[in-house]
């Protein structure tokens, strides 16, 4: 990897996670190139690739600042599932279970429009007790750095909102009984309730993943704390 491909990585993770929230405005270029220890010109080129996705704006007088990806700033945040674990207080785990063809997926292939499709299911742990199902759509046309992913110690979930810039996020929430799978992994009897959240993500025109998370009904919760709202 080029070292302005890392240093993009870094960039975005500070978008998506709000370090860095719309309106922020990027410290100089020289004091970037001295935090990452790069010259100039590498940056220049990070900041070139995240302000042609759209994600920063940059102006010779005003700086560079991080672009609203439209509405309020919490409809676009995709949370990384390690930190709510370690938020609560628990210690993370993650086992990768499968990574195969898009069939094998309860999402529906048909929302990529025949794209080429990778498949993950993995398990999240708080504590060694499982707490979360992730079954994962990639859309390698978006994300080709993805077809060479093993997923074996990063989940999907992280890795995704570490590297792929949206501006898009779909999300459904629901209670429903738990399919097989999800007894398998989840430890639950038949029938049993699990919450699931299904998420659809863009950028642009283009799908980016969509993804199922189904959690035990009796252990799951979600808090949301909004602002300086008019």
Request: net charge negative; hydrophobic share 40%.
């Amino acid at each position: 990897m080029h070292p302005y491909e890392s240093i993009r990585t870094e960039m975005l993770r500070r978008i998506n996670d709000q370090s860095w929230p719309a309106g922020f405005t990027l410290p100089r270029e020289e004091d970037l190139a001295d935090e990452f220890g790069v010259a100039r010109g590498t940056i220049r080129r990070a900041l070139a690739s995240l302000s042609e996705a759209g994600l920063i704006e940059r102006k010779r007088r005003a700086g560079t600042r991080v672009v609203d990806r439209r509405g309020h700033r919490s409809t676009l945040t995709i949370p990384i599932v390690r930190h709510e674990i370690e938020a609560r207080g628990g210690r993370y785990g993650y086992q990768l279970i499968c990574v195969d063809e898009a069939a094998a997926s309860p999402l529906d292939p048909a929302l990529f429009d025949g794209a080429p499709l990778r498949h993950v299911r993995c398990l999240h742990l708080s504590d060694g007790k499982p707490f979360q199902l992730e079954d994962r759509l990639i859309n390698l046309d978006a994300v080709p750095e993805a077809t060479d992913e093993t997923f074996e110690t990063i989940s999907p979930n992280e890795w995704l909102v570490q590297r792929a810039p949206y501006s898009f996020i779909r999300t459904a929430l629901r209670a429903e009984r738990a399919h097989q799978i999800d007894q398998d992994h989840l430890g639950l009897e038949a029938g049993a309730p699990v919450f699931v959240i299904e998420r659809q993500t863009r950028f642009r025109d283009a799908p980016l993943t969509a993804v199922r998370l189904s959690n035990r009904a009796d252990e799951f919760e979600i808090i949301t704390e909004s602002g300086d709202l008019l």
